[in-house]
């Protein structure tokens, strides 16, 4: 599965324990060991990316927003995810 079933709800693709983030580090993790492709875990790295962000400290926390994106990104390890992460990394350092 490459994208979700269903409209999902507000703040999914952010969520690393119900969400995209999760579900895209699934993805990078089998890419990574040679057991998937890349190919899925872009895909679901552009869902959780698909809306804007959240940065706002009363909503972020590890397992949402910023630092869960960032978290993700981080473990692909791939440059072309350089400049998100650059700004995310700013956002979590505030947060912090």
Known sequence: MTQPAAEPPPGWSQSLWNGAC?????????A???????????????????????AHPDICGLHLGAP??????HAAG????????????????TLT
């Open 22 to 30: 999760g579900t895209a580090l699934l993805h990078i993790e089998h």
């Open 68 to 73: 869960a994106v960032a978290y993700v990104l």
């Open 32 to 54: 990574r060991s040679g057991v998937g492709d890349w190919q899925a875990a872009h895909q679901w790295v552009r869902n959780l990316t698909r809306d804007p962000v959240t």
């Open 78 to 93: 791939q440059p072309g995810y350089a400049t998100a992460l650059a700004i995310l990394d700013a956002h979590v350092a």
